[in-house]
C-alpha cells in the first residue's frame, strides 16, 4: 500500500526503508537521468543567454541613438568626425528583402507543403520531395548564385528583388515541410466530414484541412523567416549592398539595398572601433527581430492548444 | 473620369522618367583597402551635386572587383592588383572592349609587430624581410636585423610570420616587393594576391593580421598604413632602393610612384627607383571600359555621363580628402595620363569622355 502511492517527500524515507535494493537502484537511476536531462538544457541556454547579453550589452548603446534609424550609413569619416550615421536604410532594406521572400515563399511553400501531405499518390510527389529536401540542404550561399545566375546577370545590376528571392530560396523548403507536418497531424475525420459534403478535393484542403491546420502553417512560416532572416551568404551577390537610402522608393527593388546581416560583417571586419559599435548595433536589431518573430510564432501556438480545449 | 484617369496615368509615366533622370546612383566594388576613400568621395559628392548623384561602393575585395567588373554588374570596379594581359583579353573577347585602369590613390603595406618595449620605427630592409618571410631567420636576436637597429635592444623572442590567408591586393604589393628584392623569393615564391606561403600562419584580412600580431609577442605580419595606424599596431621602417631609411608616410608613398610611367599606369612601384619613395607602395586602380555602353551594368548615356564626371571628380578635386583620411594622393604626372585616358572613354561611338572633360576645363 505504501510502495504504491506517490512519493511525496516524507513518504520517500519510507519507500527506502521497505522496497527492494533494485527499485531503489532505478530510482536513483532516474534521478541521475533528470539531472543529466537538466544540465543538458543549461548546457544549451547558456550559450544562448551569454549571447543575447553580449549582443546587448555591447549594441544596446547604438540603437538608442535616434539617428541610428534615421541616418544612412556613408562613409567612415561620418562616423569618425562625429556627423550623422545609421542604418536606418539597412533597416528598410532588410524589411524590403525579408518582405519579399516572405511573399514569394509562402503562397509556393504552403502550396508544396499541401501537395506533399494531401496528394501522396500524385506521381509528381516523390520528386518533390526530394527537391525539397535536396533544396532544404543546399548551402545558402549557392542559393544566391542561383539568384545572381537567375536575376543579376539578366538585370545587369544588383537588386533587392534578387535578394528577396534568394532568400526565398532559403524559406520555401523549409514552409513545405513545416506545413506538410502539420497538415499530416490534421485527423482524417475532418477531411472525411468535406468530403461526404460532396465537396471536391481541392475544396476540403483548402477550406477545411488548411484552416484547421492554420496556426501550425504560422508557425512554420515564422520560423522559415526567422532563418532567412539571419543569412548573410545568399545576399552577398544579390541584394549586395548599399551605404545609402535609395533615392527612389522603386530603387529597393530595382537597385542594390543594404541588409543587416551582410552589413554586420562589413562594418565588423572595418577598422573603425565607431563602426564596430554600430555592428554590434546592427546585432540587437537582427536579434531583435528574430527574437520578437519567435515570441509571435510561440504565442500562436499555444493559441491553438486553447482552441482545442 | 476614365480620360481622367487616363491623363492622371500619363502624366505619372512621363514624370517618372525625369524623377530617375533627376537622380542618378552609380554602383562600383572591389579593393577593401580603398573603400574609406571612395566611401567618403561618395559621401562628399552627394553634397557637391546636392544629393543627385549617389555612389554607392561596396568592399568585396580586389578579386572580386575584378569579378564583378569583368561579369559587368558594376559601372566600375576596383582593385590593388591591375588588370594582367589576359584579363584585358578576356574582357575585349567579352565584348568589353578596351578596359581602362585609372589609379585614384596609393595604397602602401608596412610591416607591423609585436615586441614588448619596441615601439614603431624598426627598421627593415627588403633582404631581411625575405629571409624572415622565407623562414630563414628564425629570431628577432638575430645578427641581421640587430645590425639594421644597432640602438633598440630586440627580445630573444622567435619571429611569428603572419601572412594573409584570402586573396589580398596588400599580398599583391608586399610579395611583388619581397620578388623584386630577393632572387631566391622570385625563384622559389613569387608574386600573386595569393601566395604558396614558405612559413608563418595566415590571418583573414587586414583584420585578422592585424588580430594575430597584436596578440602574440614576437610576431611579424604586414597591414595597410591606415590601418596599422588606426589601430595603434608598432610599424617599421623600410630602407629603399637608393638606401635611404624610410618612414612610411603618405607623402613617401606618394613619391613612390614619382618614376617613369607607361601610358596605361599598368606598373608595380614597388622597390622604387625614386630616392625617397616608400619601396612597398602600389597604386589602387578604379577599372573602367572604354566603351561605356558595352558595360551592362550602364544603361543609359545619363549614367554614364555622371559616372564619367564622377571619376573627373575623384582624381581631381576628390583627391584633397585623400589626406586627412590617411590615403596618398596620386601625384600630378598620374593624373595627367588619367585624364589621358579618360578623354579616350565613349559612349556608343560618342566622345563622351573629351566632352566632360571639356565642361570641365580639362
Known sequence: ???????????????????????????????????????????????????????????????????????????????????????????????VVDGLALLIAVPIGIGAGIMLSEYPDHPLTPALRILNDTLNGMPAILKGLLAFALIVKPMGTFSGLSGGVALAFVMLPIVARATEGVLRIIPWSIREAGLALGLPRWRVVLNTVLPAARVGVVTGVLIAFARAAGEAAPLLFTAFGNNFFSSAPLRYLTGPVDTLPARLYSLAISPYREWHAMGWGAGVVLLGFVIVTFVVSRCATRQRHQADM | ???????????????????????????????????????????????????????????????????????????????????????????????????????????????????????????????????????????????????????????????????????????????????????????????????????????????????????????LGYNSLVYAALNDI?????INKSGNTIEPTLAATSLAAAVELPADTRILVTDTDAPDGYPIAGFAWMLLYENLDANNAIQTRTQAEELLKFILWTITDGQDLAEPLSFSRIPEPVLALNLDMLRQVKWQGEDLGAQVLAEAGY
Open chain 2, 234 to 238: 608598432a610599424y617599421g621602417f623600410v
Open chain 1, 1 to 95: 500500500m505504501a510502495v504504491t502511492t506517490t512519493p511525496t517527500a516524507p513518504r520517500r524515507t519510507r519507500l527506502a526503508e521497505v522496497t527492494p535494493a533494485n527499485l531503489r537502484r532505478r530510482y536513483l537511476r532516474d534521478r541521475v537521468m533528470i539531472g543529466l536531462l537538466v544540465l543538458a538544457t543549461l548546457v544549451v541556454l547558456i550559450p544562448l543567454l551569454v549571447i543575447v547579453w553580449y549582443v546587448i550589452s555591447n549594441g544596446i548603446q547604438a540603437v538608442l541613438e535616434p539617428t541610428f534609424w534615421t541616418s544612412d550609413l556613408g562613409s567612415p569619416a561620418r562616423a569618425l568626425s562625429g556627423r550623422e550615421t545609421g542604418l536606418g536604410h539597412t533597416v528598410l532594406g532588410t524589411l
Open chain 2, 1 to 219: 473620369m476614365r480620360t481622367t484617369l487616363l491623363a492622371l496615368a500619363t502624366a505619372a509615366l512621363a514624370a517618372l522618367p525625369l524623377g530617375l533622370a533627376q537622380n542618378v546612383e552609380l554602383l562600383g566594388a572591389g579593393a577593401t583597402f580603398p573603400a574609406p576613400l571612395i566611401t567618403s568621395m561618395a559621401d562628399e559628392y552627394r553634397d557637391v551635386t546636392g544629393g543627385r548623384v549617389t555612389v554607392n561602393y561596396q568592399s568585396i575585395g580586389s578579386g572580386g572587383g575584378i569579378r564583378q567588373f569583368t561579369e559587368q554588374t558594376v559601372m566600375f570596379g576596383m582593385t590593388e592588383a591591375f588588370l594582367n594581359d589576359g584579363q584585358l583579353a578576356a574582357i575585349a573577347e567579352a565584348g568589353g572592349g578596351v578596359a581602362f585602369n585609372i589609379p585614384i590613390t596609393l595604397g602602401d603595406v608596412v610591416p607591423t609587430y609585436n615586441l614588448p618595449g619596441v615601439q614603431t620605427g624598426l627598421v627593415f630592409d627588403g633582404d631581411t624581410l625575405a629571409e624572415i618571410f622565407l623562414g630563414n631567420i628564425r629570431t628577432w636576436a638575430d645578427p641581421q636585423i640587430a645590425l639594421l637597429n644597432p640602438d633598440v635592444r630586440l627580445p630573444p623572442l622567435p619571429i611569428t610570420v603572419v601572412h594573409r590567408s584570402d586573396g589580398s591586393g596588400t599580398t599583391n604589393i608586399w610579395t611583388s616587393y619581397l620578388t623584386k628584392v630577393s632572387p631566391t623569393w622570385a625563384e622559389r615564391v613569387g608574386f600573386a594576391t595569393s601566395v604558396n606561403w614558405p612559413t608563418g600562419i595566415g590571418g583573414n584580412g587586414n583584420e585578422g593580421v592585424a588580430g594575430v600580431v597584436q596578440n602574440t609577442p614576437g610576431a
